[in-house]
């Protein structure tokens, strides 16, 4: 079979193969002139920097290198990454043989060219597990993802799972555990005349632990917490984070039935209980799963009757202030679920795309759908997709065949269930080729093509295999083809039924939407089937400070001086967050497992909004749904300015979602509608929501435009360091965004509402000089303290305000740099959704921000630098990543 022409990895491409991938040699020591290695150029914890190059001389362990850029650099063979592997045809050479390994011998040479096909170019991208470890370690688990058993609700149970929790990330993977065993606080324990410290607490123990293993090396602990929402600790959980250095090192998601959801939509009481632990039987019986207990006719304690509505409040406030908790609709993700008869879920991976069963796993790969575009049909090379999709489904099934097992109860779960999940990159560049714009109706019609035939192919691949090798072990066809997902794709594609029925499956789920920030960067294509998030912008990781161009924009400004980019040109932040969540569910009707996808919204996204958009996402039939509104966190792992236009962070304004006219929402509400949830859901699952429309306003009201210029004064206040962004309309102020204190903090809440209720002032009604009018009565605002002196001093965040107001007025100068950067900025046609001037001081004009930076803390380096990325907390500074 011949191979296809690779394309030469460069830049931070080489970097991050050779990084993470590449097979390793771990003696420095055999270091050799010629050999091409990864050089650490510069050595600081916080912020180093690795280069490529090749060794040119060699004496003891100091060696010269000619990096890449030409220049050379005397270092040590400590300072060094020597890999085995050079190149990606190497790898390639090596997974292919390591999958077709466990084949019949007769077989072995057909599949080692199959899977060497589809590897070869990056049509089939290996997550990173596999990448890094098949063939080149019998310690590394090949397995992405990993929920263990809810604790047993004892000192001893709470332990072990802290030694598998351990033992598990200490290899690589990631670790999802449900808390909703655990009794709540303040609950009795009989044994030691005392009480439970709850499960929030004991959740805190994991977390913290996590946080350890992440410093014994890059990239190793990822951790997920889920509660249901039953229980009683369940709002101690939901606002866990609002207190500072509590449980910092997971990521957390609250599991809601479809009985809460009516709850809330109907207004209704809401009881959280919990098993009586002095019920016979308690301590060998229990193991969080509320519904078995009860069915059983075992007691439960009720305590405590809160309303549904409140508690919903409470999750969506909490997710627009952090993007935290996320949720998952687990009682619903059952209903779809394959293995719902024998294997219920009952949490998911650090990234949230994989829900398990206990002692569940799965291994993930990334079907590179950039590399699927026939440019001769302007239309999906859909052969091709058939072929690579099928020889991608028997290289992961392969893999649970080759992987070490370090528990013997993962290994004896997945035998019985064989668990993959074949997912997909490059969505957003294939989409661009194609003329279709991301979000957009057109966009969803073709999505569901395009995945529903994706699930086809995957589903007969399967099937092909389990005639070939038996299926999973614990199939039943007719349990198997009850399961929502099935009932789906059996009444859209009956051949898949009929398959099924007649040769079984291999693999109780097949599909899963993971994350593919690091191979998606290295392959150079959009990350999983998320739109890109600049088509120019600037990355920190653990490798340096790199400046990415997204290739296939630039070659079309190339091919069309002059001209502006085409509307399906689109980024993660010019799309409404509703585009986020109908592109979201029109996947999902055709993946079995769930996805890692992060809905984007700006700044001024209200909370009412939030809830507006977990409820469309519930509605539309997502398993689960994340926010990330820009300036909810404390920093960007990808920002659209360069570190030289970042002479001071600067909280600056993000653009408003896009206005969607009438018959574009109604035909993207039509077009979603088949995805939701079939039979018993249907009474549930309003499957004929149409999003809501934006709100008329009174003809007074100074719509926002897309863009605003403005500056950023940076001003002491008795509060602590506020940043007052001024965006002008037409010449005069028309909004300002108040950025000080805590996310989370009464003072920041106050500080927020401050700055809409003046902007709202500015844009309406044209009465007389508005701005000195709002300078006259907030100036001089006094509270208990005040900071400065003189003409510098500031009595309040009010006082703060005006005076950023007088200063703004006088800023002329600040104004006409601003157009010439914007003129310059537009001809490149790189411009950021919204960009402002930052003042590093008040009054001066300074380096100009693209995205907005708010970060919160890694734990594996300490820096504020942590931001959710595709639903993956991921730093900018050390690389460190929660999803791997």
Known sequence: MVKAESKKLEGLSEKIFLDRYAWKNADTNDTKVGDVVLVLTKDDPKFPTKEVGEVVAREGSRVTVKLRSGDTVESSVEKLTLTVEKTPEEMWDRLANAMASVEKEDKQKEWAEKFRYILDDWKLVPGGRIAAGAGASEELTLFNCYVIPSPKDSRGGIM??????????????????????????RAIVAGVNGSSSGAVSWGGLFSYTTGLIEQGGSRRGALMLMINDWHPDLLDFITVKQTPGQVTNANLSVCVSNGFMKAVKEDLEWDLVFPDTKAPGY???WDGDLDKWKSAGRPVIHYKTVRAREVWHTIIESAWKSAEPGIVFMEYYNQMSNSWYFNPIICTNPCGEQGLPAWGVCNLSAINLSRFYDEAKDDVDWRELSRVTRWSVRFLDNVIDKTPYHFAENEANQKKERRVGLG??????????LGIRYGSPESLSFLDKLYGFIAR???????DIAAEKGSFQAFDAELYLQSGFMQNMVEQYPEVGDAVEKNGVRNVTIITQAPTGSTGTMVGTSTGIEPYFAFEYYRQSRLGYDKQLVPIAQEWIDANPG?????YFVTSMSLSAQDHIRVQAAIQRWVDSSISKTANAPNDFTVEETKELYELAFDLGCKGVTIYRDGSRDVQVLSTSSKDEKKEEAAVSAPAPQAAEAVAATAAASAVEESTAVGQLNTTLNASVTPQQEQVFDKEYKRRPQVLRGATYKVNTPFGMAYITINDMNGTPSEIFLNVGKAGSDVFAMAEALGRVCSLFLRYGDHGNKVKLLVKHLKGIGGSGAIGFGANRVESIADAVAKALETHAESAEEAAAFAAYQAAHAAAKFSAPSVSAAAPEAGQAGGYVGQPSSRDLCTACGSASLIN???CKTCSNCGYSRCN
């Open 160 to 185: 072990t799972t802290l030694s598998e929790m351990t033992e598990i990330m200490a290899r690589g993977g990631g670790v999802g555990i449900n808390l909703s065993s655990l009794r709540p606080r």
């Open 283 to 285: 301590d060998e019986l």
């Open 424 to 433: 997909t990159m490059g969505l957003a560049e294939l989409m661009i080729k």
């Open 457 to 463: 192919e995957s589903y007969l691949a399967s099937s």
């Open 563 to 567: 001209q502006e980019l085409p509307d």
């Open 869 to 871: 990325v595709e639903g």
